[in-house]
């Protein structure tokens, strides 16, 4: 099969014939429709991250793909089922996290595209528990983002426990914020898209955004906080200074939801104002296999759109380098192996 592979951290990735592996006991082997390329699989590629991957690897946690092998012991899935592969690839199944819905806080899961050879290759293999059904009627090309973005927007929407009529700002219009806006407007939020283009800005109006603020011309604090403060800030972009400038914008007793990973990974948190002000600063990651399930249902109910550019295995460098100078509207999938 051909795979796109990182052969060593902040190298170029290569495309290289590697062999298929035949699924063991609990596994599945898919062979890959469908690709999407999160930001998460650039830092993973140039090792950003304070745990790093060990080269070579496959990246890749958007595949989706129909199943074409299955090990002994699988009675989850079939051959000819179409699935997804999303970020958590594996858990324990047994800790208080696991047992308890929140299995994406598991300290033993592998992770696709990081620890575990993803889904930028012809074929994949996949613990078959953790991959996720894709119901009939959504494209592959619209199934592979939602696998990620999808699931980790949505996952912070619900966190973020947002009420009808609160005013939301989405941080960041791109892959994950352009379905942030859809999935905060669904449960009722009045959505501000903030961004520093206004072609995405524009997009998260289509999308559903009743304000954008465009935080390279505008002071996205001074914006905000005349439309009243933010309830919820939701912040996808991976910059420290967004995050910042999100908690600023806040009225009393909102809700920061960070996202977004910089490769600084910090920002100033200033005590007296998110103490006097009630203010809460809330982590959310990916989404869990649930999650990803109740994603797959609204966008096969016609709910949510899925923004994408089609591009072959063979540009991966080029692609990584369009989503680094933020030229893409929303999400890049790979869909020619």
Known sequence: ????????LGAPLEIRDLPVTP???GQILVRIEASGLCHTDIHAARGDWPVKPTPPFVPGHEGVGVVTGVGTGVTSVACGDRVALPWLGHACGRCRYCVSGRETLCAGQQNTGYSIDGGYAE???ADAAYAVPVPDGVDP??????????VTTYKAVKVAGIQPTELVSVVGIGGLGHLAVQYASIVGGTVIGVDVREDKLQLAKELGATYTVNAATTDPVEAIHTLGGADVAIVLA????????ALASLRPGGRLVLVGLPKDGAIRLPIFDTVLHGKHVIGSIVGTRQDLTEVFALHAAGRTRVITQARALDEVNTAFDEVLAGDVPARLVFTRF
């Open 1 to 8: 099969m051909r795979a796109a592979v990182v052969p060593a």
């Open 23 to 25: 699924p063991g006991p």
């Open 123 to 125: 074929y994949a293999l």
């Open 141 to 150: 090309v619209d199934a592979a983002p939602l696998t990620c973005a999808g």
């Open 238 to 245: 991976a910059s420290s200074a967004a995050a910042e400038a």
